[in-house]
């Protein structure tokens, strides 16, 4: 996830590129550029960190143009860094860009082929270039974007200027948000709402496959080389409200924003045909796959649930052992290690102490690492000897919600990399598995579209004191997390149990006053489930069910039901995942607790 902006007409152009990156940092920040035009020429001035140092660079200087564009970035194809900072030019053309290029590399590779030399190792620049390459052949600018799109495969926002055209500003959409702003004699582009409201409020939001060719005087937009009219609306909402995309928190948004990020992780990774999973960096050979005799998994919080799921994935589907542990716990341990064992460390900030402190014990015997993490180039990726990246963008919200989606994501793609490595395809379980792995964005999409209905549960619970989850399988980590947002999130008293555990202690304290929140999927340990559930009962417990949506039975014996898509036990880490989130969030908000910095709590752990 990246800001871009973009604009066109009389203001002084730098303060509103600077402006609308300011609003735009949340989606990015670990380095920030403009490209706008001075006497005739256009300049680019990029610089790595946060958009402060971008302001430093430009603080005092004036520039004549009447059209420019900036970029705030959150690294996904290559590090932090002043060349893989946007804008980035070849020849006359530059891009700014929000978004994935899937088929990046075969199109780096035609071009370099053709003489083009490349400073930076982002998927974006090849775009650029690829425009450049069509202008070379006589195309002109409109002609050579045009080209250029027909050409790229994933997902993009781009904002684009060319040194013979000072006039017009580009921008296009697939997949990424965009929008255009309309103002008297000027126009604006943006990754976001809050970029443009200091300037207007009339707004067009593009659709995939739009390209909208700027001017001062017009916006004119096409769509399949067919020109169409979009609807120009009226934003009412204040700067606050904007920011956090409508959404009263940003956890909320956080929350909704998981369908994306899932398919964002997924995309380029994995080939719905054959099943065939590719990592840009991972750190075993062909050869050391096949010899790998165990996997242990590190993590904290919500992380070290995502790596107790991905203990179930592999195991199941790629049949090696996994063994996963709390970080703080196994860095004062004297775990044994075999000569053929993989660590992975999982850790969204890629920062937190304990997780570190891992993985550094693990690298001192001599074991090769692999990270899962949503931030590129922290501390936990430059001390790996692989890396594998959650596209969840930044997480704001101290809660994590989508960083835990996008995780077990990836360990879903590892599992079926590793089976597909040591066992091949030969079972078509595995491309079960794969088609609907590919639903999983619009399974979780179904939830969000009726969040009234678990805002109604939050509601009728908000007083009670302490709440009982409970799974089995692969289910049982998705209890503890769901436990773990309760109380962190609303400070009441939530334990998550493997739901056979129940008789063995904590049937104790079910009573009246007691909601157990269960997870029932019919078709998954579903009578050992329903035992559970009649125990529950006789005790007169509470009890909220989540349940496949098919599944009437379940309405008959649970006091609340949420209904989820009904999916394969690989899939359900997912969609069991969002009404938990949810349930904990809205009791949160009607307790009146600051949802988004939760006390006692900081986003990143650095201390031990
Ligand atoms: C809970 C939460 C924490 C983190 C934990 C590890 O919502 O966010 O439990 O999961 O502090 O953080 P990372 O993943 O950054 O290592």
């Not at 936990?380 to 919600?401: L, N």
Request: aromatic residues 8%; hydrophobic residues 40%; charged residues 25%.
């Amino acid at each position: 996830m990246c800001g871009i902006i973009g604009y066109i007409g009389e203001r002084n152009i730098i303060d509103v590129l600077l402006n609308g990156l300011t609003h735009l940092e949340y989606r990015g920040y670990d380095s920030a550029g403009v490209a706008l035009f001075d006497n005739d020429k256009v300049v680019v001035i990029r610089s790595e960190g946060k958009l402060t140092n971008l302001i430093d660079k430009v603080k005092g200087k004036r520039f004549t143009g009447s059209v420019g564009i900036g970029h705030t970035r959150w690294a996904t194809h290559g590090k932090p860094s002043n060349n893989n900072a946007h804008p980035h030019k070849a020849g006359d053309v530059v891009v700014v860009h929000n978004g994935i290029i899937e088929n990046y590399l075969s199109l780096k590779k035609e071009l370099i082929k053709k003489g083009h030399k490349f400073d930076s190792d982002t998927d974006t620049e090849i775009i650029a270039h690829l425009i450049e390459d069509y202008m070379l052949q006589g195309m002109d600018f409109l002609k050579g974007v045009k080209k250029a799109l027909n050409r790229i495969d994933g997902s993009y926002a781009l904002g684009i200027i060319c040194e013979r055209e000072p006039e017009m500003l580009i921008a296009a959409r697939n997949e990424s948000p965009l929008i255009v702003g309309v103002g008297k004699n000027e126009g604006f582009i943006a990754s976001d709402i809050p970029a443009l409201l200091p300037y207007t409020r009339d707004m067009i939001f593009l659709e995939d496959g739009d390209l909208a060719v700027i001017t001062k005087e017009r916006v004119e937009i096409s769509n399949q080389d067919k020109d169409i009219k979009r609807k120009l609306v009226n934003i009412s909402w204040n700067q606050l409200m904007a920011e956090k995309g409508g959404f009263k928190h940003f956890m909320l948004k956080e929350i909704f924003e998981q369908p994306r990020a899932v398919t964002d992780t997924i995309r380029g990774r994995l080939n719905k045909e054959n099943g065939k999973v590719t990592f840009e960096d991972f750190p075993l050979s062909r050869g050391e796959i096949k010899k790998l005799s165990n996997i242990y998994i590190i993590a904290c919080g919500t992380s070290y649930h995502a790596a107790l799921v991905g203990k179930f994935i592999i195991e199941s589907l790629a049949r090696i052992p996994v063994m996963v542990d709390i970080a703080s716990e196994f860095r004062y341990r004297d775990p044994i290690f075999s000569k053929n064992s993989l660590m992975i460390g999982i850790s969204q900030s890629g920062e937190t102490a304990d997780t570190l402190g891992a993985i550094r014990e693990t690298k001192k015997r001599g074991i090769k690492l692999l990270s899962i993490t949503n931030v590129v180039n922290s501390s936990i990726a430059r001390e790996s000897d692989g890396v594998i990246y959650t596209y969840a963008g930044p997480e704001i919200s101290v809660a994590s919600t989508k960083a835990f989606s996008t995780q077990i994501t990836v360990l879903l793609l590892i599992a079926l990399f590793l089976a597909y490595h040591r066992t091949g395809f030969s079972d078509s379980f595995y491309m079960d598995i794969i088609k609907e792995f590919v639903k999983a964005p619009h399974f979780m999409e179904t939830i969000l579209k009726d969040v009234a209905s678990i805002e109604k549960i939050a509601r009728k619970y908000v007083n009670k004191k302490d709440f009982l989850y409970l799974g089995r399988g692969i289910l049982f980590p998705i209890a503890l997390e769901g436990a773990l947002k309760l109380k962190e999130l609303s400070y009441v008293h939530a334990e998550g149990y493997p739901a056979g555990e129940m008789k063995h202690g904590p049937i104790a304290l079910i009573d009246e006053e007691m909601p157990v929140v269960i997870l029932a999927p019919k078709g998954y340990l579903y009578e050992k489930i329903w035992s559970n559930i009649k125990e529950i009962q006789t005790r007169d417990g509470k009890l909220i069910a989540v349940a496949f949506e098919d599944d009437h039975n379940i309405d008959e014996v649970a006091d609340d039901v949420i209904k989820v898509p009904k999916t394969i036990w690989p899939l359900m880490p997912l969609v069991f995942t969002l009404p938990l989130q949810l349930l904990a969030y809205y009791i949160a908000d009607f307790k009146g607790t600051d949802v988004d910095q939760p006390r006692n709590l900081a986003k990143s752990v650095t201390v031990e």
